[in-house]
């Protein structure tokens, strides 16, 4: 018999406070179903996330999909423990691991008393510390592990809110992506923290359209 994964209490979506790996593993599997752990002690609510990340679905989704894999979670331990790919396994960790970091730390920061920080140092700090070598390179894989342009733009929209790049490293996010409306919005999310904006144009040959490269630099304003 299985236990109950939901809560006792009668909470709305929008404010229940889920683990970010919990959050993490529900949005890249509703992402992909649309297209074919316990509780931390300092969550995430979920209106929170969908607002942060711009994500097209509601926070009763992805408490749905939080209890659904909860649920699978209990079931499993009760019976036969599950055997996946190591290849599966590894790209799954990856992602989770990613989200865990960008969304956790995303959400302490903005827990952070503002009292605590001056004014001017907010201002001249922009996004976190760039990301090189072996820290990148995780960053891209755990992109790449999302079959979807639509799971990819959300990682890379959480990525853009805590770490720089470059216009190489950007050029190698956008390369990614398999269509230019996916392209163009990560380059929308990632264009405002760029080490090297003047870098930003050549970038643009990622784009298989014309079309697309001019709509991306009038929102930028570039045009």
Do not use: W
Not at 121 to 146: C, D, E, K, Y
């Amino acid at each position: 018999m299985l236990r109950d994964p939901r809560p006792t209490l009668d909470v709305p979506a929008a404010e229940l406070r889920v683990s970010p790996v919990e959050l993490a593993d529900a949005i890249a599997s509703i992402e992909r179903r649309r297209h074919h752990n316990p509780p931390a002690a300092a969550g995430i609510p979920l209106g929170d996330a969908v607002r942060e990340l711009s994500l097209d679905f509601t926070p009763e989704d992805l408490l749905a999909e939080i209890y659904a894999r909860r649920a699978e979670s209990l079931e499993d331990a009760e019976t036969v423990q599950r055997t996946t790919p190591q290849v599966s396994l590894k790209a799954r960790y990856l992602t989770i691991a990613l989200g865990l970091s960008l969304l956790f730390n995303f959400y302490l920061m903005r827990l952070q008393p503002a009292a605590d920080v001056p004014a001017t140092a907010i201002v001249a700090a922009g996004p976190a510390v760039s990301t090189s070598g072996a820290a990148f390179a995780q960053t891209l894989r755990a992109i790449q592990a999302n079959s979807f342009d639509e799971g990819k733009l959300a990682y890379v929209r959480a990525a853009s809110k805590t770490t720089r790049f470059t216009c190489a490293q950007a050029r190698q996010i956008l390369e990614t992506f398999s269509f230019d409306d996916g392209r163009k919005d990560a380059a929308k999310a990632l264009y405002p923290g760029l080490e090297d904006p003047q870098n930003f144009l050549p970038l643009l040959e990622v784009f298989s359209f014309d079309s697309s490269r001019e709509e991306l630099l009038r929102e930028l304003g570039l045009s």
